[in-house]
């Protein structure tokens, strides 16, 4: 079983709609939870960190569920530039970063 | 305060050729990462490094594959005897330590024909 699943989409939304993620993780133990964006043939870079209580930051908003397992990452408001993979990390012993494989939202005029 | 310094950014080796990709971390940065990403794939995990010591290789293939961190100088990645298959792009993360986040340099793509 993967450490990190994600939906690999391409979830295609217009404009101005409201976009969610969810990715789940096997490692009840996992210690931090990041998501990362990656645009096409460019390097990872971190989004935000996410949060047992949940955290937002302007229009992205990310939730913890550690009893389920899961992480999710939700998009208001989704602009063009929103087009991209992104990709939930899990570590484990804190040195250690698992990578999903992504989810590609593609943001249509 | 540059950020994760990759070089070559692009590379190009006959199957057989050696590979060597280098990665500077950030400015107080000890501990290096090295992904490998496949052409529509995900982020795979290589190996894992703090000065002189590799602390978790999992990731790296049995064979042909090598990464150093020495005192002195950059992280090394070294893919021997390289093939078609060895094409992708390397990437190179650091943090300044345990349980932090890590940056990532933009990347060496490996082309082997």
């Known amino acids: 079983r993967k450490e990190v699943e994600q939906d690999p989409g391409p979830f295609n939304v217009p404009e101005g709609a409201t976009v969610a993620f969810n990715c789940t993780y096997s490692?009840?133990?996992?210690?931090?939870f990041f998501w990362y964006r990656q645009d096409c043939r460019k390097e990872p870079k971190l989004l935000m960190s996410?949060?047992?209580s949940g955290n937002e930051d302007g229009r992205f908003t990310a939730q913890l569920n550690r009893a389920s397992q899961y992480i999710s990452l939700l998009i208001r408001d989704s602009k063009l530039s929103d087009s991209a993979t992104y990709l939930c990390v899990v570590t484990s012993n804190f040195n250690k970063f698992y990578f999903g494989s992504g989810t590609k939202l593609n943001v249509k005029p | 305060n540059a950020g994760v310094m990759q070089n070559p950014r692009h590379l190009v080796r006959r199957r057989g050729q050696e590979a060597r990709l280098r990665c500077s971390p950030m400015?107080?940065?000890?501990?290096v990462y090295w992904y490998r990403q496949l052409p529509e794939e995900g982020l795979k995990f290589m190996v894992y490094?703090?000065?002189?010591?590799?602390?978790?290789e999992s990731g790296m293939p049995k064979e042909r594959f090598s990464a150093e961190f020495p005192k002195e100088g950059p992280s090394i990645l070294r893919i021997q005897q390289v093939v078609r298959g060895d094409s992708a792009a390397y990437f190179c993360?650091?943090?300044?330590?345990?349980?932090?986040?890590?940056?990532f340099g933009e990347g060496s793509w490996l082309t082997v024909v």
């Open positions: 400015k107080g940065h000890s501990h």
């Open positions: 993360a650091s943090s300044p330590g345990s349980g932090n986040t890590i940056y």
């Open positions: 490692n009840s133990a996992s210690q931090s």
């Open positions: 996410v949060y047992s």
């Open positions: 490094l703090q000065k002189e010591n590799i602390i978790d």
